[in-house]
């Protein structure tokens, strides 16, 4: 299957943050929850996506940071390349309870 934007703008986000509860703590080794993270990424640069659609969808940040725009919520997950496993972090920026898209780097 080829996940391009039309692929994330249908992705279910409602299907998927059943299946990410039931994930629980081991929600960031699944493909459902890089899907959900991409798929809400894209939809906050052509809507309005509420900091309360992203934890009904992913659940609880692994982290919430402060920054000079608001807060960073950020989710880890893990992932191979190869024969490479390697973790990651999605940093969202929340910016007067909405995403406004990727923190940036501090």
């Known amino acids: 299957m080829i996940k391009d934007m039309d692929y994330y703008r249908s992705f279910d986000l409602e299907s998927a943050s059943q299946k990410i509860e039931q994930l ?5 080794n699944h493909d459902v929850f890089g899907d959900a ?6 939809a906050a640069k ?6 309360t659609e ?5 659940g609880k940040p692994d982290r919430i940071k ?5 807060e960073v919520w950020e989710y880890d997950w893990s ?5 490479i496993h390697y973790t990651s972090t ?17």
Not at 54 to 58: A, T
Not at 79 to 83: K, L, N, R, V
Not at 90 to 106: K, R, S, V
């Open 24 to 28: 629980g703590s081991d929600r960031g």
């Open 37 to 42: 993270i991409q798929s809400l990424l894209i």
């Open 46 to 51: 052509e809507r309005y996506v509420e900091n």
């Open 54 to 58: 992203i934890r009904h969808v992913l």
């Open 66 to 70: 402060k920054n000079h725009r608001g």
């Open 79 to 83: 992932d191979t390349y190869g024969p």
């Open 90 to 106: 999605t940093p969202f920026q929340i910016m007067n309870g909405a995403c406004a898209g990727l923190a940036d780097e501090e």
